[in-house]
């Protein structure tokens, strides 16, 4: 019996024992997941504190290159900001720059590397991807990539020098901005502004207004006020004006420099890959879809339509004498006809002309006036008219560029065709123009203005998709008598009835080729890697 009892003992307590093992084994695996957790979670904390380092170092990275690139391009000009990318060595650029982090206690945290990719020639866009890392953590590293550009002045609507004043049946996409006052009685979807407080507005008298302002009258009302306007002058509040001013209007802003052109005209005669000299009265240029170009040179146009009546020596409108156009030259009996280049292109009213390629480089330079017409594909182009003998001094009179014959159109609307004008003086639309225009395109006029002369004749509407730049007032329509009734209670002395300034959104991430620009970077993209 007492073998009995102690067998019974003995088994309970062997049964204790395997419990109490399990129990050890149980609690042993738990107690190491757990701690095992906990050092996962305390290493993870650590790796995310050096995680969030390694990104403030990247991003220091990147502001260190922004002030570099200010102090390097402080005060040059085109060309030099162009030699520094080219021969100046910059940072990062053929080689990694790598510099060490300090924290602002000045202990030295860590590193950052930077790797830029320069601007292409012509360009203003510049990347760089910074990498940083802590010297606690170095194996954690984390990556940001930025670009930078200058700003283009292309990236307004309009932008002038001078008072400006947009009419009636105005529509303006895009900013607005003005080295003087603005008077806006159309319709602007984006910010107006102005670098002046105030102004005394030419158009009528009664003192001072708002540096932007507008005479059209408040809903439920409609037309226009053409006398001083109280509430638009100070010392009043400015009103909210959204039924003209959409997207508000500011004033004052800093100005535009237009006197600096002068330099970035230069920089452009120098690197253009087609140039033209000063002979005869101009060129005319048309773009073709294949990606080439017709040019001739023109010997006579009329000075108070601005129309060509010459191209070389061929008169404008003749044709072969039976009223039909030559194919050949063969069929003139006389130095003037018409033809067509059966194996290429609608050669116009222009025998003498080459045809050539668009450069690569997009850069055309006319030491004269120019003609411009067509389409391009899958192009950027800017086309210059000035001619220069030194930066600082303009022979044989200011140089024209002259629009409207036919529409100056891009093939594609994402950025991949681009065309910028500048014309030392004016960027005309001529009297014979189309009547229904449009105008692809970044327009600039360094002296003069962008616009039409008033040629007594009236036209239906002109689009501008693109941007203006003009030094004086610019107008494609002029009010005074109410010779034309366009419609919807709007009347015009002559010009075009209808104005729409589209701004191409393109225009802010792909200028024109060689386009003036801002001399300071600013970031327009950032990304983590």
């Not at 049946?169 to 979807?189: E, M, P, W, Y």
């Not at 120098?270 to 033209?276: D, E, H, L, M």
Request: a neutral charge; glycine letters at 8%; proline letters at 4%.
């Amino acid at each position: 019996m007492k073998s009995i009892i102690q067998k019974k003992i003995q088994t309970r307590r062997g049964s204790a024992l395997a419990l109490v093992l399990v129990m050890v084994v149980v609690v042993s695996i738990l107690l190491t997941s757990l701690l095992t957790f906990v050092s996962s979670q305390v290493n993870y904390s650590k790796d995310r504190v050096e995680r969030e380092r390694a990104f403030q170092i990247a991003e220091a990275g990147v502001y260190y290159y922004r002030w570099y690139l200010a102090h390097q391009i402080e005060g040059k000009t085109v060309q030099q900001i162009s030699d520094f990318w080219q021969n100046g060595n910059p940072y990062g650029v053929a080689t990694p720059y790598i510099a060490e982090y300090k924290d602002p206690e000045g202990q030295a945290v860590g590193e950052y590397k930077l790797e830029v990719e320069k601007p292409a020639l012509g360009s203003t866009i510049v990347t760089v991807k910074s990498t940083g890392w802590t010297y606690l953590k170095p194996s954690v590293k984390r990556i940001v990539q930025v670009r930078f550009r200058r700003p283009s002045w292309s990236e307004n609507a309009v932008l002038a020098n001078d008072v400006m004043r947009f009419g009636q049946g105005t529509t303006i996409t895009g900013k607005i901005q003005s080295n003087q006052g603005v008077r806006l009685d159309g319709v602007a979807t984006n910010v107006v502004s102005s670098s002046v407080t105030s102004y005394d507005d030419p158009d009528h008298s009664g003192g001072a207004e708002f540096g932007v302002h507008t005479h059209a009258n408040a809903p439920p009302g409609s037309g226009i006020n053409d006398n001083f306007r109280p509430n638009e002058a100070p010392p009043n509040s400015v009103p909210s004006r959204p039924d003209v001013f959409q997207g508000g209007r500011s004033f004052p802003v800093p100005q535009f420099d237009f006197t600096s052109l002068v330099s970035d005209i230069s920089f452009m005669r120098t690197n253009a890959s087609i140039k033209y000299d000063n002979t005869g009265q101009g060129r005319y240029i048309k773009f073709y879809a294949d990606g080439t170009m017709d040019m001739c040179k023109v010997n006579a146009f009329d000075a108070s339509s601005n129309d060509i009546t010459n191209y070389s020596g061929i008169v404008t409108g003749a044709s072969s004498g039976n009223g039909s156009v030559c194919t050949t030259t063969a069929c003139c009996s006389s130095s003037a006809c018409d033809w067509i280049d059966s194996s290429h292109h609608n050669k116009g009213k222009c025998v003498s002309l080459t045809n050539t390629t668009i450069p690569n480089n997009g850069l055309i330079f006319v030491a004269n006036n120019v003609w411009l017409e067509g389409t391009i594909n899958n192009e950027k182009v800017t086309v210059v008219a000035a001619e220069l003998t030194d930066e600082t001094n303009y022979t044989g009179g200011h140089k024209n560029v002259f629009l409207g014959s036919n529409n100056l159109l891009y093939t594609n609307t994402d950025g991949r065709d681009i065309i910028g004008i500048i014309a030392q003086n004016n960027v005309e639309i001529i009297k014979n123009s189309q009547d229904n225009l449009i105008i692809d395109a970044a327009l600039l006029a360094k002296e003069g203005r962008v616009g039409r002369n008033s040629y007594g004749n009236k036209k239906t509407s002109i689009t501008i998709n693109g941007s203006i730049a003009t030094n004086i007032r610019y107008g494609f329509a002029y009010v005074g008598n109410n010779n034309y009734n366009c419609g919807s209670g709007v009347y015009i002395d002559n010009g075009y009835c209808t104005r729409n300034i589209n701004f191409d959104n393109n225009l802010l991430y792909y200028p024109p080729p060689y386009f003036p620009t801002g001399t300071e970077y600013s970031i327009d993209l950032w990304d983590e890697l």
